[in-house]
């Protein structure tokens, strides 16, 4: 009954038990001054009434302030902490899954200019003007992987053991 009655507001008992004895107080005093009404038109009037009003004040706007609104921003360092961490893991994982498609991602661009910048703070050298010194520090395999073309993304743990190696510089 009240999801029928939803639309309507809050109706209550007592206001409507009131209403219905105004409107029999009001069919008394017009029965004593000689003026003839039906009583149950007059309860169906005064219930109406209050049907209405409470309409009315079920539209009305809410009197309670709402709820302060708490908003985060992106830019926040605790919302996401490790969300390069989750950008890095995305790209090698849509690497991994489109094979041919590894050479020229981002994936493996933002490897080679991680181990060249890594190579050129830590020790000052460059994978292009000094090859064989970068060689001995990364090792054959690594510096093959971040030299030369690779169409496909290697296996994890082929690719664990290069990052180990550029973390290794």
Known sequence: MRELLAPFGRVRLWPAVGAVAAAVSFWAVAMVSGVDFSLWQLVLLALA???V??????????TEPAPELIVRTVNDPSWRPFADVNRWEDRLIFAETKPGRFEGSNAQRQLVELASERLRLRRGLSLEH???QCRELLGEETF?????????????????????????I
């Open 49 to 51: 009434g209050l049907l």
């Open 130 to 132: 000094h090859p064989d």
């Open 53 to 62: 009003l409470s309409v009315v004040d079920g539209m009305r706007a809410d």
């Open 144 to 168: 093959l992987f971040l030299t030369r073309p690779t169409p496909d993304c290697p296996a994890p743990w082929r690719l664990g053991e290069h990052l180990n190696a550029i973390e290794e």
